[in-house]
């Protein structure tokens, strides 16, 4: 049995992490934490600490599971380059698993895009579009950057230099090493995200749409029994799903 403490318990995936943990008999909820709860405290009541709140909570939180010797997983997303440092450092000292998105068919997604990526070659134009819930904080969203990453990483260039985030007035001419991302927002859809391959003459889109939390949550709660009592470091979901 497994003792999980839900950070952003309040929230939608919060909410949804405790649903799932409570139909789960080889997990139990140590506490369920939210925003003006005692965080020190909290990170004692459980072996595993699951943050679904912001991306400002994260670094701090980090830090302190550090200090306690406890193993993380971390489903925020948005995070500064300051924040991700400060995250990366804890990784030396606890296993972390940081993921931009836990579900199995987006973590498909990475592998297939990478795999697209590699097969398809420079020639074809790389778009990534996205769409979320009209109350998404971040854009674009972490699994939209983390696919950038990845095509970026498949062709050896450097991400910060590829990407464009949306297009307007007169842009020009498509340079062939721009990763155009694309961000959409409204109603309630839970996250669908297509990478396009174009080149004249074809296309080909891969496309993933969740349409529950659900599976977010499942395998953050899978990421949280995987990463205890693994040596420190930094992993990801493809790590927990043998993807890589
Ligand atoms: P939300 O706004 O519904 O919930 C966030 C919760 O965190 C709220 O209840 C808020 O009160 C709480 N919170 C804020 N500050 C806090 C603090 N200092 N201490 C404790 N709790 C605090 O958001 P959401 O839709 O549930 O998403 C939460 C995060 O998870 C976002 O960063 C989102 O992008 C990310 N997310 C990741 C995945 C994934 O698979 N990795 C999937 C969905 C959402």
Redesign the pocket.
Known sequence: MLTVVI????????QTLLACAGRLPELRVGAA???G?D?SVAVGAGEVVVD??????TAGLAERCAAHGRPMVI????HDENEKARVRACAKRIPLVW?????TGVNTLFWLTRKATEILGPGFDVEIVEMHHR????AP??TASTLAEIVAGARGVSVGESLRHGRKGIPGERPAAEIGVHSLRGGDVV?DHTVIFATPGERVELTHKASS?ET?AL??LRAAQWVWGRPPGLYTMQDVLSLK
Do not use: E, I, Y
């Open positions: 950070v952003g318990s309040k929230g939608r995936m919060g934490v939210d925003q709860d965080l679904f709140s912001a991306h400002t909570v489903g925020t997303t948005g993921s931009s998105n836990f579900s109350f998404k904080k971040d969203s972490g996250g939390r977010f395998g953050a």
